[in-house]
């Protein structure tokens, strides 16, 4: 659990380095547009922080849910979810495209 905790510190921690360094606002397009951005100029030292908090924001479910479900045979579903969210996230985010309702 204090993993958990920790990985959620940390990202909340280097998401806030990262929107004071880049200055971008709450919002799904404009963080998308900031990481997109990121990756093509990586050497920023806000991009590091955007990246970081990235990166830890994909293993968030898998820490969280593993914390509960360790000792279950649920924990393989947690896995599998939490693919599930990274394949997602990154669809939506670096290949742009659109949640169709």
């Known amino acids: 659990?204090?993993?958990?905790?920790?990985?959620?510190?940390?990202?909340?921690?280097?998401?806030?380095?990262?929107q004071k360094s880049l200055g971008f606002s709450w919002g799904y397009s404009s963080i998308a547009s900031a990481l997109r951005?990121?990756?093509?100029?990586w050497k920023n030292i806000g991009s590091i922080y955007l990246l970081t908090a990235y990166a830890l924001f994909m293993l968030l479910p898998?820490?969280?849910?593993?914390?509960?479900?360790?000792?279950?045979?649920?924990?393989?579903?947690?896995v599998i979810l939490s693919f599930s969210w990274v394949y997602n996230w990154t669809k939506?985010?670096?290949?742009?495209e659109k949640l169709e309702r």
């Open 62 to 78: 898998l820490f969280w849910g593993i914390t509960f479900f360790l000792k279950t045979d649920a924990n393989v579903v947690v």
């Open 1 to 18: 659990m204090i993993y958990s905790i920790l990985i959620t510190i940390l990202f909340i921690a280097f998401f806030q380095l990262a």
């Open 92 to 96: 939506y985010i670096f290949l742009n």
């Open 37 to 41: 951005n990121s990756i093509a100029n």
